[in-house]
């Protein structure tokens, strides 16, 4: 299984946007849209399947833009969102549930600007995807074959491997305004109870991003939920680098509830952290540098 080369497309992507000066919030987008159409990711095709053998996924997406001095906040932003800490102003949308929209981060995006809230689910959340042009596909269409045939061993009780079960993904970034944003779409844990809503979409647990710093989860849903541990990592982040950030809250993640949680993060100055203690964690990075890696995170 090569995830390696979805992972570096991804980056490709992200990095083409911020290269021409774009919008760290663009460049996240992009970049889970590649990793939701690659079946070798759990989000958007590829899915994995709820013990139903149904898609369920959920997204979400939070940005914090640079406001200067005499400019006005972002529209959306004025009835929805905080001036945070470092100046920045926040926005974030999420939906849960989703069956019938390939790219469901496209849909929290759409739900974050061109709707009052910040959280829908379910069929609400597809009726905005139909106003606003967004194609729906059957809910069969987005079952791979390998998610099926993993669902079928899975129905087989065969031998469960870990690192084949994971694979939600999310992406964070700085663009060189200062913009922050954070991206995270899933398709849930395989073999789920139909209607359950993991941290994904959940802002804090799943993903989060304010003035100073930006991080995306992934792991045990019911572990991440309790933790809110992409919150903290921002916290963490106003006094110390992202990469120890990110080792403390999955240290502490482990430690308060035996769970698995990976985390990436990055912050103002653009320095990344990334930290897991799950089976496996692969992330790829285009550094403020220009170099571009993959890695093969080794747990905790
Ligand atoms: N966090 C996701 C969920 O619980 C699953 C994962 O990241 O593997 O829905």
Same mark, same amino acid.
């Given at each position: 299984?090569?995830?390696?080369?979805?992972?570096?497309?991804?980056?490709?992507?992200?990095?083409?946007?911020?290269?021409?000066?774009?919008?760290?919030?663009?460049a996240?987008?992009?970049?889970?849209?590649?990793l939701?159409?690659?079946?070798?990711?759990?989000?958007?095709?590829g899915?994995?399947?709820?013990?139903? %053998?149904?898609?369920e996924m959920d997204?979400?997406?939070?940005?914090?833009?640079?406001?200067?001095?005499?400019?006005?906040?972002?529209?959306?932003? #004025?009835?929805?969102?905080?001036?945070?800490?470092?100046?920045?102003?926040?926005?974030?949308?999420?939906?849960?549930?989703?069956?019938?929209?390939?790219?469901?981060?496209? $849909?929290? #995006?759409?739900?974050?600007?061109?709707?009052?809230?910040?959280?829908?689910?379910?069929s609400?959340?597809?009726a905005?995807?139909?106003?606003?042009?967004?194609?729906?596909?059957?809910p069969?269409? $987005?079952?791979?074959?390998r998610?099926r045939?993993?669902?079928?061993?899975?129905? #087989?009780?065969?031998?469960?491997?870990?690192?084949?079960?994971? %694979?939600?993904?999310?992406?964070?970034?700085?663009?060189?305004?200062?913009n922050?944003?954070?991206?995270t779409?899933?398709?849930?844990?395989? %073999?789920?109870?139909?209607?359950?809503?993991?941290?994904?979409a959940?802002?804090?647990? %799943? +993903? +989060?991003?304010?003035?100073?710093?930006?991080?995306?989860?992934?792991g045990?849903?019911?572990?991440?939920?309790?933790?809110?541990?992409?919150?903290?990592?921002? #916290?963490?982040i106003?006094?110390?680098?992202?990469?120890?950030?990110?080792?403390?809250?999955?240290?502490d $993640?482990?430690?308060?509830?035996?769970?698995?949680?990976?985390?990436i993060a990055?912050?103002?100055?653009?320095?990344?952290?990334?930290?897991?203690?799950?089976a496996?964690?692969?992330?790829?990075?285009?550094?403020?540098?220009?170099?571009?890696?993959?890695?093969?995170v080794r747990?905790?």
């Amino acid at each position: 299984m090569d995830r390696r080369q979805g992972l570096l497309e991804a980056i490709r992507r992200g990095a083409d946007i911020l290269r021409q000066g774009g919008h760290a919030l663009d460049a996240v987008i992009a970049a889970v849209m590649v990793l939701e159409d690659d079946p070798l990711f759990n989000a958007g095709y590829g899915s994995v399947l709820s013990v139903n %053998g149904t898609v369920e996924m959920d997204a979400g997406v939070m940005a914090a833009e640079q406001i200067d001095g005499n400019s006005e906040p972002p529209k959306s932003s #004025r009835r929805l969102t905080d001036l945070d800490v470092a100046g920045a102003y926040t926005r974030a949308g999420g939906v849960v549930m989703i069956t019938r929209v390939r790219n469901p981060i496209l $849909l929290a #995006r759409i739900v974050m600007e061109r709707t009052p809230h910040v959280l829908m689910g379910g069929s609400g959340a597809e009726a905005i995807a139909r106003r606003e042009g967004i194609r729906l596909c059957r809910p069969g269409d $987005l079952i791979s074959e390998r998610a099926r045939q993993r669902w079928l061993a899975r129905e #087989r009780e065969a031998v469960r491997n870990a690192a084949e079960a994971n %694979g939600t993904v999310g992406a964070v970034a700085l663009d060189r305004h200062g913009n922050l944003a954070s991206a995270t779409s899933t398709g849930g844990m395989g %073999g789920k109870l139909p209607g359950r809503i993991g941290d994904s979409a959940i802002l804090g647990a %799943g +993903f +989060f991003a304010n003035g100073l710093g930006a991080a995306s989860s992934t792991g045990t849903g019911e572990a991440i939920l309790r933790m809110a541990p992409c919150r903290e990592a921002v #916290r963490l982040i106003e006094r110390r680098e992202p990469a120890r950030a990110a080792a403390q809250v999955i240290h502490d $993640l482990r430690e308060a509830t035996d769970g698995e949680a990976g985390l990436i993060a990055i912050d103002w100055r653009g320095r990344i952290g990334f930290a897991h203690n799950a089976a496996a964690m692969e992330i790829a990075m285009l550094e403020t540098t220009g170099s571009v890696k993959h890695l093969a995170v080794r747990p905790l």
